[in-house]
Structures are given as C-alpha cells and as structure tokens.
C-alpha cells in the first residue's frame, strides 16, 4: 500500500447514508480505504436503513448541502482523482452532480447510473428519470450500468440475463450513443451460465471479467463492485483488470455471506471479515503496475 498519507489517491463518493444495511456509503468508504485510497464522502442524503426490506425508513434530504461542500473545497484548492456516482435520488441530485463536476474537471468521473435490476426500476425511477440520467453518463469517463439499466438508459426493452454477444452490442451501443469512453457493463454471464461478472468496452475493444456463478444475491452487491473498480483505477489499473478484481472480489463476499444459513439479503454482504484479502489482492496488482 502507498506508504505516505500525501501520496494517497482521492476518490470521491457522491451516495447516500444508510444508517442500518449495508449499501452505498457504508459500503464505499471502509473499501475504498482498504483497497489504497483516500475516500472523501458526499452524502446525497441520510436515511435510518436502505429502503430494501426494512419498511419507511427516515430520511434527512442532502441535496442542498452538495453544493455548499463542492464550493468549500473549491476554495480550498482540494484535488481529487476520481469522482464516483452511486444512488442520486432525482433530478435535482443529478443536476449537483453535475454542477460538481463542473468544480472538478481534471477528476476522473465514474457513474453508476443506479436506477433498476432483474428487469424492472426501482420505486420512484421511470423512463424520464433514465433520460435524465443519460445526461450524466454522457459527461462520465466510464459508466458501470447493469443489464436492465443499459437497456433503460438506450430507451429498449430489458434483456436481465444475457451471455458476452449481446452484452457487446449493449456497451458498443452505449458508448455510440452515450458518447463515453468506456462501458463497464455488469451482470455479464458467460454463454454457459457457469460464470458471471462484467463485460469491459474501453477504446474499441470488447473483453470480460468473470467470476465463478455464486446462486445467491444480497443487498449492496453492486456497490461493493462499484467501490473496488473505482478504487484500482484510481491506482492505476486497466480497466479489464479493475472489473476482474472487482468482480472476483464481489463473487468471493456473496460466497462467504451465503455460506452463513442465518444470512439475509436485505441485511447485505458480509464483507468485512474478507477486506483483509482485499488489502492484499490490491496491492499485489498495483504493485506489478508499479514493477513495469
């Protein structure tokens, strides 16, 4: 790991804050920090538990309070590597963001356009909200939209399982349309279903990054993958090898958290007892970076 605090990466995270269950911002700042970085928090909103089994929960809206750290640190003459998007709940989240990467240009700036899964949105997204949320993919370096929200994002009907062929179209159409640079489209299986993970379109090429299948799902899985990517490719990774980790890592958490009879989906991955190996893998491929 980088020996000094000056020489850290800074990845910023713009998400919400669930108080109980993992996801989001409870997800993304103990793994950013243990893959190697320095994680700078945006909370788009503070709420009692996610909204994924728990029934109402409370929540303290934050939208206002982006603008206001955005401009502190501006002031400040703060530097940031990456700037990373989860869960924006709105236009108005979506527009902050924006504006925030305004204040930022020289950050790298990855959107998950989190908005829907298994073929459906999540409550309160429809297709204006995808609209909108094209908008900001188009601004974005790379995107890491699942299978349903590709398909939501270019406005057609949502395929939820698909193998390599068709998931190259989807980040090849993305990427025309979208005008992005790079496609880190997850939920990618291979043809015989054994495997899953993502497909990576960067500069033309289309390659995969898959993990043995674990038969299990838990709430946070895409934001624990969301968290290691980021983090490897503020440290300097490809893209392919960041989505590998990533999606190893991820398979790993859901193996372990599913191995647990008492496990629950809405309660999240069980991550924690396995960051140490994070630590590890992270470093060893960073360090082989460093090596060449």
């Not at 893959?35 to 788009?44: E, I, K, N, R, S």
């Amino acid at each position: 790991m980088q020996n000094a605090v000056h020489g850290l990466k800074k990845v910023v995270t713009i998400q919400d804050l669930s108080c109980y269950g993992k996801c989001a911002l409870t997800i993304a700042l103990p793994v950013l920090s243990t893959a190697g970085v320095q994680a700078c928090p945006v909370p788009t909103a503070l709420l009692s538990t996610h909204t994924g089994g728990f029934g109402k929960p409370a929540v303290l809206d934050l939208t206002g309070e982006i603008d206001h750290i955005a401009a502190h640190w501006q002031s400040a003459e703060l530097h940031f590597d990456t700037v990373m998007t989860g869960y924006l709940a709105g236009q108005a989240q979506i527009e902050a963001v924006e504006r925030f990467f305004e204040r930022f240009p020289q950050s790298r700036r990855i959107v998950d356009p989190v908005m829907g899964d298994n073929g459906r949105y999540y409550s309160g997204f429809d297709d204006r909200f995808a609209q909108r949320m094209a908008l900001l993919c188009k601004r974005a370096d790379v995107i890491l939209p699942n299978l349903t929200e590709a398909a939501f994002l270019l406005g057609i009907p949502c395929q939820p399982q698909c193998g390599a062929a068709y998931a190259e179209q989807l980040a090849r159409r993305l990427a025309q349309e979208l005008g992005v640079r790079a496609v880190v489209l997850t939920g990618v299986q291979s043809e015989d279903g054994a495997r899953l993970g993502a497909g990576v379109l960067e500069d033309g090429r289309f390659t995969l990054a898959l993990a043995e299948r674990v038969n299990a799902a838990f709430h946070g899985s895409g934001d624990l993958f969301a968290a290691v990517f980021a983090a490897l490719v503020t440290r300097g990774c490809k893209l392919q090898e960041a989505a590998q980790l990533a999606s190893s890592f991820t398979a790993a958490c859901i193996a372990h958290t599913a191995a647990d009879p008492g496990a629950q989906e809405r309660e999240g991955l069980r991550f924690e007892p396995l960051l140490g190996r994070l630590a590890q893998e992270t470093d060893a491929q960073c360090g082989r970076i460093t090596a060449k």
